[in-house]
């Protein structure tokens, strides 16, 4: 693990804290490493504007806010919107690609990724697993965390009844991220519908 700073981003209901917290979680407890977290959202309980903040470290933390985020995770496009701009030259951004269009402002060399959370989520039976989905999808893309870790987190952090639900959340963004990064990131502007294989 290296310093990474992440903002995850979206709107209430689509479980950006909770996944935040998993992605903490695997770094800090399961990985022995450190993390922060800080969370933004809106006084709405669902459709608000919600965000965190999140860095991993191998080494004790002394500043706890993003400056700069290696990594976004976006999952609606007034996240996109807002946070866009804020990814560091050579960043990694992931969106949910049916809900995001990203705009020309971002720069060239920051490589997008896509994933149908949703609609694999759907097709799991449970569109509430979309941020589980995504978190796999990250863990994939990104390689800051080992899978294991993030598996076991997410199985640590959700009740023993769905912990099943969320691994099979988990191993399919996983496994959409693995096979998606063999044809390389879209291009800005790109919002592309793939269709989720039964």
Known sequence: MQLTEIRIAGFGGQGVIMCAQVI????????????????????EARGGACSAQLILSPDPILYPYVVRPDIMV?????ACNKFHHEIKPGGLLLVEQELVRV??????????????????????????????????FFGAVS????RDSLRRAVAESVP??????????FDAGFEYGLKHLESGPLEVGEQVPVPVSK
């Open 24 to 43: 903490g979680r695997a770094a800090s407890i399961v990985e022995n490493g450190y993390a922060t977290m800080t969370q933004n959202f809106g006084p």
């Open 160 to 169: 023993e009844a769905y912990a099943e639900l969320n691994r099979s959340a």
């Open 103 to 136: 705009p020309e402002l971002v720069t060239p060399d920051v490589k997008v990724f896509g994933i149908p959370a949703t609609r694999i989520a759907e097709g799991l039976g449970k569109r509430m697993v979309l941020n589980i989905v995504m978190t796999g």
């Open 74 to 78: 976006l999952m609606s496009q007034e």
């Open 143 to 146: 390689g800051v965390l080992q």
